[in-house]
């Protein structure tokens, strides 16, 4: 008999619509009465549409906030970086943490994404273990593609027996939409005895 598959991880490169898609089927969730929690991540570019100057977090009920920064020269901030970008634990944590945990058990939980600049957060990585154990709550979630250095916590999750990883790509970005959404309202209408 095959593993119950309960949650639905989503990876690609950079830029392949994971956002997008988590978006759409946030949409068609909520058209059939499925409540969701979570966040996304969104790019922020300077003025005028310029170069990308940083990322916030965004809760899916409006709440917003710096995930990480641009570095500037000669600056003093200190703190975790992946790039040229300086990442905002304090504020990633204020947001994420209450919007994937305050009502587990009462819908799907969507969290784009669990990546290293995300998992700097030693409180964020064993939230995202206790959601992933702990069998309340449907998880839909984005994760990197493995590169040279994958993330542990991330390829961890790609093996459990109880998730279905979908990759991304050009060709089927804009078709996979009402497969997830299928394969959430399976989850959430099976009651595992």
């Known amino acids: 008999m095959a593993a119950y598959k309960k949650h639905v991880l989503l ?11 988590c978006s759409k089927v946030k949409q068609a969730l909520a058209s059939r009465g499925v409540p ?6 969104e790019e922020i570019r300077g003025p005028g549409g310029g170069a990308r100057v940083g990322f916030d977090v965004v809760t899916l009920d409006g709440g917003r906030g710096p995930l990480a920064r641009v570095k ?9 970086s992946v790039g040229s970008y300086l990442v905002d634990i304090q504020s990633f944590e204020q947001l994420a943490l209450p919007a994937i945990t305050k009502t587990v058990g009462s819908g799907i939980i969507i969290i784009d ?4 600049m995300e998992l700097f957060s030693q409180t964020f990585s064993r939230a ?3 959601l992933f154990d702990g069998g309340h709550s449907p998880i839909l979630a984005t994760v990197p593609i493995a590169r040279q250095k994958p993330i542990h916590l991330v390829e961890q999750l790609k093996q ?3 998730v279905t990883l979908l990759e991304v790509s050009k060709c089927n970005r804009n078709t996979l ?8 309202l399976q ?6 005895t």
Not at 11 to 21: A, E, F, M, S, Y
Not at 36 to 41: A, D, I, K, S, V
Request: proline fraction near 8%; avoid cysteine.
């Open 36 to 41: 969701t929690q979570g966040f996304y991540t």
């Open 160 to 162: 459990r027996s109880d």
């Open 187 to 192: 989850t959430a209408a099976h009651k595992p």
């Open 128 to 130: 995202i273990q206790d």
């Open 177 to 184: 939409q009402d497969k997830v959404v299928e394969l959430i």
């Open 11 to 21: 990876t690609g490169p950079p830029g392949i619509g994971k956002t997008t898609l």
């Open 113 to 116: 994404e669990i990546g290293k």
């Open 72 to 80: 500037t020269t000669g600056s003093k901030q200190r703190g975790p």
